[in-house]
């Protein structure tokens, strides 16, 4: 069988579907990788991947390019003779997809990994797109040749009252999965030195950057001795990006301090004491189930996505959307306690191998990519 695997940033393959298409390789498959250029790209070389560019810009709303990307891949299918075609994210499910039809691929798998932004954002631009998305969304990813993927039951809901596809294509997985023999729990506990908290995400607002910021305010402001560390760099294709110089006045002002995009994030996370991820809104956040393979206890929002990984009180915190206040109090709970991250961070890695464990995601992804070529 020969697999495609077609996302929106090479980054986005590296990190996240590295561990499916190794899996596909070692059964035998043929896979090839097709992403924008970018710097992962040698990365995924060296694992002794085929990658292909694609000419796609995340951001475009040129009638014309948009067309040129959909008859680009189209062509790229019919060329490659591809049995399926695995997309990830909104937009990369909708023109691989598309195109996928138009090209009689056999097979298509489309893994919505969250709502992004035309879903998230309620801006003037994300309200005029949503329309035309939802149109698009019911034509591309519904058939009985197809399987849509989704990470939480907020956007199983969604999908259902929407009547954007049959529900009984719809199959639900534990988010890209984790490798648990990599993101393992300190060896001793840390005993050198300050509590240290990190928020390990794009630099976007939809990530809660601004209120982890301010939570950080508050809690210096009572002479609590924390260090507050922001983890990942911008992404400029986003429109909800938040400005370098922005985050370089925070570092000046004294609030955080930011390690930009992190390679080891084993070795971040059992230098920390907790993770936060005060997000609006997830697919199934990543970082977050890393955290917690890592037994750390887990500080989040009570919004999709989050929710799912996060029991309150069990094996992390949830609070409000945009609530500053309660992050600040959420987290000096646990500065004051260490009893609790304790407890917290034993339950997330139990959680992290029963439910999130990478070898548990592939095993359950490839019985869907069997349900459509058997």
């Keep these: 069988m020969k697999v495609l695997l077609f996302s929106n940033t090479e980054w986005f393959m590296y990190n996240f579907n590295r561990s499916l298409a190794i899996a596909l390789r070692e059964l035998g498959h043929e896979v090839v990788l097709v992403t924008p250029p970018g710097p992962y790209v040698e990365k995924l070389r060296e694992l002794g991947f085929r990658w292909i560019a694609a000419p796609m810009q995340r951001r475009s709303l040129n009638l014309f390019k948009e067309l040129a990307l959909l008859l680009w891949l189209t062509r790229l299918f019919i060329l490659e003779r591809v049995t399926l075609v695995h997309s990830f994210t909104i937009k990369c499910a909708i023109y691989g997809s598309l195109a996928a039809r138009l090209a009689r691929v056999p097979a298509r798998v489309n893994a919505v990994t969250g709502m992004g932004y035309v879903f998230t954002n309620n ?8 329309p035309l998305v939802r149109g698009l969304m019911k034509l591309a990813l519904d058939g009985r ?19 954007l596809i049959d529900p009984n294509l719809i199959r639900m997985l534990p988010g890209a999965g984790i490798d648990c023999r990599r993101f393992t729990p300190a060896v001793s506990p840390r005993h050198n030195g300050r509590f240290r908290v990190v928020l390990p995400a794009r630099m976007l607002w939809d990530k809660g950057v601004a209120e982890y910021v301010d939570a950080a305010r508050m809690l210096r402001a009572e002479g ?6 922001l983890a990942g760099a911008p992404d400029p ?21 930011w390690l930009g995009h ?26 977050l189930t890393e ?20 029991t309150h ?6 609070l409000p959307m945009k609530d500053a206040r309660a992050l600040a109090d959420a987290l000096a709970r646990l500065h004051n306690d260490p009893a609790l991250c304790r407890r917290l961070g034993t339950a997330a890695r139990k959680k992290a191998l029963a439910e999130f464990d990478g070898r548990i995601v592939n095993e359950r992804t490839l019985a869907i990519y069997g349900e459509l070529t058997r």
């Design 123 to 130: 801006d003037l631009k994300a309200r005029l797109l949503r």
């Design 145 to 163: 040749d197809a399987r849509l993927i989704l990470l939480n039951r907020d956007d199983l809901a969604f999908f259902k009252q929407s009547k």
């Design 224 to 229: 609590r001795d924390i260090e507050f560390l």
């Design 237 to 257: 294709g986003n429109p909800v990006a938040v400005p370098e110089q922005t985050i370089h006045g925070w570092v000046k002002e004294g609030v955080v301090s």
């Design 262 to 287: 992190v390679d080891d994030m084993p070795s971040l996370f059992r230098s920390v004491d907790v993770v936060v991820l005060p997000s609006y809104r997830e697919g199934l956040p990543t970082g």
């Design 291 to 310: 955290a917690g393979a890592c037994a750390l206890p887990l500080v989040t929002t009570d919004v999709p996505g989050c929710r799912e990984v996060v």
């Design 313 to 318: 009180d069990v094996d992390g915190l949830l």
